[in-house]
């Protein structure tokens, strides 16, 4: 079955540092990536999204490419704040699979003033 | 815009009582999931809907059940609550099954004694 493998957290990074969270997957066919944040006490919301393969998702300086070389679909920003502090989920979605979503198990991050 | 509503987001359960999540969304989406999130393990799927009327089961389906009588509301029994059932349980919807995003409750936080 498919299968989302995140980075390991904690991640604990000084205010303007350089942010990668790596995700990679496992799935048949051609999935959508997604990268979804949850801050403290909310649902989950959608930071940024990629449909197919080499395209870019960006959103409030946050980008992650969808690299179907690799399986993988690695977030990045250049320089975090204070306010990015949460929980960072990578799923991937498929229409043949009643649109039912694979999750990681979520990346907390910290940023620190 | 309400998006999606989840009632009661906090509730306190004897084990072998019952009790009804309600998830409601205006958005006229087809496809409604239930999640069930616990430390460390991500969100992992507990039933789903792809339309009024249907529902399926998901990867943690036992102890709950679900009805979509209404295309808008989505709704999450307990028959008889059991302390393994304590989480953080999210409601989500979504309007296209491959490349839409999900948009998520803000959780129903579940205690069972």
């Known amino acids: 079955g498919d299968s989302v493998t995140q980075m390991e957290g904690p991640v604990t990074l000084s205010e303007e540092a350089f942010l990668t969270i790596n995700c990679t997957y496992t799935a048949t066919g051609y999935p959508s990536l997604f990268w979804y944040v949850q801050y403290p006490g909310e649902g989950l919301q959608l930071l940024l999204k990629a449909t197919k393969a080499d395209d870019k998702g960006s959103n409030k300086g946050f980008e992650a490419t969808y690299r179907k070389e690799t399986t993988s679909f690695h977030l990045e920003k250049g320089s975090v704040q204070v306010s990015d502090s949460a929980v960072y989920f990578c799923a991937l979605s498929q229409g043949t699979n009643a649109g039912k979503s694979t999750f990681g198990d979520g990346t907390t991050l910290t940023v620190k003033p | 815009n309400a998006g999606v509503t989840q009632t009661p987001k906090f509730r306190v359960l004897k084990t072998g009582q019952s009790m009804t999540l309600l998830c409601a969304q205006d958005m006229n989406h087809e496809y409604m999931y239930w999640y069930r999130q616990d430390p460390g393990m991500g969100l992992r799927l507990i039933h789903y809907?792809?339309?009024?009327?249907?529902?399926a089961k998901g990867e943690v389906p036992d102890g709950y059940n679900v009805s979509r009588l209404k295309k808008q509301n989505f709704l999450l029994g307990l028959e008889s609550a059991a302390p393994s059932q304590t989480s953080v349980y999210f409601c989500?919807?979504?309007?296209?099954?491959?490349?839409?995003?999900?948009?998520f409750g803000e959780g129903s936080r579940l205690t069972v004694l």
């Open positions: 989500a919807s979504r309007h296209n099954a491959n490349t839409g995003e999900l948009f």
């Open positions: 809907s792809v339309g009024e009327g249907t529902t």
